[in-house]
């Protein structure tokens, strides 16, 4: 079956730099998508990895290896409105999109 | 501003009592998809349009149906609301369902309660 895993929640504190991993074990690779949802509220899209490698856009950026079925989100100066949940969703090999649960992330002042 | 549209936003029904939730776009995008999401869970995909073709994901229960008159309006039809069917539904667009940065834009959402 098709699989990501994320941990589930964690916590940061505001000014710190924090990195959220995914797994992943899908039939396919067509790209990775970082999204963030707020409670309540639709995900907007962050980031899309189909190369290995580093991602950067501003303070967020994401980082894929495919050899490892591993990215990681790295959150920099963490602000107390980047409180939200992180998805990440694979793109298989039918361009389905596989969702994680999301990492539900806790800034504290 | 090009945006995806959902209404209502909040939704109250009564179990076994039809319920229609409407979505409409101005980004001109081909797919337009519907998920259903609960509470810490993954978005679950329940089906999606490329242009009029319709794809209809093989778990998705018979109750829900969709219809998509044109480009810019795709509708959710639950035909006999169960307490399990209480969530939130997104709609989302994307310009194409092949390879590259093809992100999907989300609505708001409606949140369905049913009693």
Request: hydrophobic share 35%.
């Amino acid at each position: 079956g098709q699989n990501i895993d994320q941990p589930t929640e964690m916590t940061a504190t505001e000014g710190a730099i924090v990195q959220i991993n995914c797994t992943y074990q899908t039939s396919g690779f067509n790209g990775l998508f970082w999204y963030q949802q707020h409670a309540g509220e639709a995900p907007t899209f962050l980031s899309y990895n189909v190369l290995d490698g580093l991602e950067e856009k501003g303070r967020f950026s994401s980082f894929l290896s495919r050899s490892k079925g591993y990215s990681y989100l790295l959150l920099k100066e963490l602000q107390m409105k980047d409180s939200a949940s992180y998805l990440c969703a694979v793109m298989d090999s039918n361009y389905q999109l596989i969702w994680g649960a999301g990492t539900k992330l806790i800034i504290k002042p | 501003d090009a945006m995806v549209i959902q209404n209502p936003r909040y939704q109250v029904t009564q179990f076994g009592k039809p319920v229609t939730l409407s979505c409409s776009q101005t980004l001109n995008h081909n797919v337009m998809y519907w998920y259903q999401q609960k509470s810490s869970q993954a978005p679950k995909l329940l089906f999606h349009y490329y242009d009029k073709d319709f794809n209809n994901e093989a778990d998705t229960p018979d109750n829900f149906q969709s219809r998509r008159p044109n480009t810019s309006f795709c509708f959710l039809d639950i035909r006999s609301p169960g307490l399990g069917d209480a969530a939130m539904y997104l709609c989302a667009t994307s310009r194409a369902t092949g390879g590259g940065p093809n992100e999907q834009f989300f609505g708001p959402g409606t949140r369905l309660t049913v009693l």
